[in-house]
Structures are given as C-alpha cells and as structure tokens.
C-alpha cells in the first residue's frame, strides 16, 4: 500500500469533523465558559513571558491571538490539525500580525519538528495528543523550546465534554482524547529535560478545573 493509498484509508481525524462554529459556540456557553476563560489564560501567558517568538500548538480559530502586540513580536507559528481552523486564523489575525503570522497544518506528534521559539503554548491539546506521545514531542523540540506554558483540563466530578447544545458533536472525540494527570506530567516532562516553574488553577462553572503548568528548557549536561 503507498502513502497515498494509507492517507485515503486511514480514518479522518475526529477534530477535523468539528465545525469552528460549533466548537467555539459550545465552548463559548455560559455553561462551558471556557473559550473567554483560556482567551484569558493566553494573556496571561503572553504577560508572564513578553518573548518576540510564540507557538501555539491547537490554535483553532486563534483564541487569544488578539492579545499578542505586533510591535513587539516577531514571530507567531500557529499548529492545528484542522485547516479550516488555520483559513479562520488567517482570515481573523493577518491583517493585524501580517507576515508575522505562520499557520502549519500537520499532527502533532514526536516527529514533528517545530521553528524555534521563546514560548511555546499549548492550551488543551494534550489531551488528544497523549501525555506520552506529547512528552516525546517537547523532549525531540526541546533545544527549539525556551518556555513552554500548558494548560489541561481536569474533570473532576464532571465528563469529558460538558453538556451543551453542540455536545454530541464532539462524540468522535472520545477516541482520541484522554485525561492528564498534571503530577505524571510534570514528572515525564522532568525525565524529558524539562523544569517545573510552577502551576495556577482556574474552576470552571461546570466543575471543571483548567489547570495550567509552564515547563522550562534546562540544559544538558
Ligand atoms: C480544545 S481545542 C484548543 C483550544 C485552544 N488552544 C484555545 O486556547 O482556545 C483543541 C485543538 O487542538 C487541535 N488538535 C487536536 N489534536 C491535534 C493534533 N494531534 N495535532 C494538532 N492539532 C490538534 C484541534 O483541531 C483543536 O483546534
């Protein structure tokens, strides 16, 4: 069998089933609240670390990237798996970050190799890349990695998908996803080279917790 042949086979991944509509509207329901709530995180995230070269790994529709000045950024690379997310950035942010902003299709995974950046975000991907796969990932990009500011979710006594009107949208999902434990995490990431600089956690209204974790480079001997 070619690649072409394994690429038409291969099952379309889930997340590119799911209108940005639909995703931003389920996430955006006062129920959910999580859309204005990781928009905000993002701002933190870009206060805490004023860097000139940003990733954004599960960009979206670009949740956040309003937040970003252009006088003082030179770069900004964003990764989804989804194009139709990615035309929506570029429909929403190149007017304003201009040639600064990067849009790459591709999944995210160990053999990835990513451009060189100051911080790296990566707000509720995690979960659908795996801790193990997406330790390996920040361990095989570690030297292109200056800080790297993650956010999961914990679902405490609520489900993986909160109930909306959109919820069964994202029933496919529930082959991809899975929860992260933040203290495995910072313990592979650890193993993979990197160090902890500490964690802040934002309840949600539907019992949810976001919990985000920001991941130094340290050298190698
Ligand atoms: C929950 S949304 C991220 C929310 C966004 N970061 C924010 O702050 O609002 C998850 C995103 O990750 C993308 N995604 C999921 N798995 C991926 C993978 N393996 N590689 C690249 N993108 C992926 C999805 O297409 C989606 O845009």
Not at 34 to 55: C, K, S, V
Not at 186 to 196: I, L, R, V
Request: with cysteine; hydrophobic share 35%.
């Amino acid at each position: 069998m070619t690649a072409s042949d394994r690429r038409r086979s291969a099952p379309e991944h889930p997340w590119r089933g799911i209108h940005l509509d639909v995703y931003e509207r389920h996430m955006g329901d006062p129920r959910v609240g999580q859309l204005q709530r990781l928009r905000d995180i993002t701002g933190e995230q870009l206060a805490a670390y004023p860097f000139r070269a940003i990733g954004v790994l599960g960009v979206a529709g670009g949740n956040g990237l309003d937040l970003i000045d252009p006088e003082t950024t030179d770069a900004v690379y964003g990764y989804d798996i989804n194009p139709d997310y990615l035309d929506a950035c570029e429909t929403r942010y190149r007017d304003t970050l201009g040639a600064r902003l990067q849009l790459i299709e591709t999944s995210i995974d160990r053999s990835v190799r990513i451009e060189r950046v100051d911080l790296l975000i990566a707000n509720l991907i995690i979960e659908y890349v795996g801790a193990e796969e997406f330790v390996a990932f920040s361990a095989a990009n570690a030297r292109s990695i200056g800080v790297l500011s993650c956010v999961i979710q914990r679902n405490d006594a609520a489900g993986f998908v909160s109930s909306t009107d959109y919820s069964s949208s994202f029933d496919a999902l529930a082959s991809v996803s899975s929860d992260i434990d933040p203290e495995t995490l910072t313990s592979a990431m650890s193993d993979a080279g990197f160090a902890d600089l500490g964690r802040c956690e934002y309840p949600l209204p539907n019992g949810k917790t976001l919990v985000r974790q920001d991941f130094r480079t340290t050298p190698r001997p």
